[in-house]
C-alpha cells in the first residue's frame, strides 16, 4: 500500500459523533464531589433563610469587618437623610409656590418627629431611615406596616411601624379557601402577586414567664395596602424569579468570619 492509499483509508475512517454540551456539565475526577439540586429557590432558601439570618447577625455584632460594613452601606446610601422635596408650582405662569412649599416643609419636618412619625415614638424618620437600611444588609428583608392614625400630638392621620423580618411567619400556612397558594407567610395570587402578610402578634423568639411566644402568639394577616417591603437593586432580580424570600447581603461576607480568624493568628505569632 503506498502513502497515497494510506491517507485516503486514514481519511476515509468515521470521525466520532460529538454531542453538543457544556463544558461545566462534564462529570469527571474533578466534579464528581459537586453535588448540586434542582429545586425552587423557596425550598432553598426555606431550610436555610433562619441560620443564615442569625449567623449574618453575629457576624455584625462582632466582626470589625461586617460592622464596618454595615457603616459604609448605611452612609452613602442614607448620608445625613432622604428629604421630602416638596416642588408646587403656581397654575399661572408655572413658578414655584414658595408659600406652600414652605409650608409643605415645615408640616413633613415636624410628622418627623420620633413622637408622631413612630408608632412607638422611638424612631425619628431619619433613624428610622438608617434601621431600614441597616436591617435590609443585615436580614435581607425588613417590613413597614403603615398605620392610619395619628400619633403623639399630631394631627396627621399616618404613622409607621417598622417590623423585622423574624415577625413574618417563615413555615408553612394552610392554604386558602379560594386556593390562593401561602408559601412562608406571604398570600399570592395564581399570578405570583403579593397578597397578605401573615405575621407573628409577637416576637418568635420573645419569651416572657409562663409561655412560649412562637405557640401563644396570635396571627395577623395584614393586607399588602398597609405593609411595604423594603427592597434594593441587589434582590429586584430575585423577586422577580419568584423567590418570595431575601437573603442577608453578609451571607456573601461569611469569609470575613475566616479573615477574622487569620488576623488574629499573624497576630498571635
Known amino acids: 500500500m503506498g502513502v497515497r492509499s494510506a491517507f485516503r ?45 442569625n449567623r449574618a447577625r453575629q ?19 442614607i448620608g445625613h437623610g432622604i428629604y421630602h422635596q416638596s416642588q408646587v408650582r403656581m397654575q399661572r405662569g408655572g413658578r414655584m409656590d414658595e408659600a406652600v412649599n414652605a409650608r409643605i416643609h415645615a408640616a413633613w419636618k415636624r410628622w418627623s418627629h420620633k413622637s408622631r412619625c413612630d408608632v412607638s415614638g422611638l424612631l425619628s424618620f431619619y433613624d428610622m431611615e438608617r434601621l431600614l437600611c441597616r436591617s435590609l444588609a443585615e436580614s435581607g428583608e425588613v417590613f413597614i406596616r403603615i398605620i392610619r392614625r395619628p400619633f403623639g400630638d399630631s394631627g396627621i392621620p ?3 411601624q417598622v417590623l423585622e423580618s423574624d415577625y413574618l ?9 379560594d386556593g390562593k397558594t401561602v408559601r412562608m407567610g406571604i398570600e399570592r395570587d395564581e399570578y405570583l402577586r403579593p397578597i397578605a402578610y401573615n405575621f407573628y402578634a409577637n416576637h418568635p423568639a420573645m419569651f416572657t414567664p409562663g409561655m412560649c411566644a412562637r405557640h401563644a ?3 395577623l394577616m395584614l393586607m399588602m395596602s398597609s405593609i411595604c417591603l ?3 437593586a441587589l434582590v429586584r432580580r430575585a423577586a422577580s424569579l419568584g423567590l418570595h424570600q431575601r437573603c442577608s447581603v453578609c451571607t456573601c461576607l461569611m469569609v470575613m468570619r475566616t479573615l477574622s480568624w487569620c488576623v488574629r493568628g499573624l497576630a498571635a505569632h
Open 9 to 53: 483509508e486514514l481519511f476515509r475512517r468515521e470521525r466520532p459523533q460529538r454531542r453538543r454540551s457544556y463544558a461545566g456539565a462534564r462529570v469527571s475526577r474533578l466534579t464528581a464531589d459537586w453535588v448540586t439540586s434542582g429545586t425552587s429557590a423557596d425550598s432553598e432558601i426555606k431550610s436555610s433563610i433562619k441560620m443564615l439570618r
Open 59 to 77: 457576624l455584625c455584632r462582632d466582626n470589625d469587618y461586617a460592622k464596618q460594613a454595615l457603616r459604609s452601606i448605611t452612609n452613602n446610601v
Open 158 to 160: 399616618f404613622a409607621l
Open 169 to 177: 411567619i417563615d413555615d408553612d400556612v394552610q392554604a386558602t379557601k
Open 217 to 219: 402568639a396570635s396571627v
Open 230 to 232: 423594603f427592597l434594593s
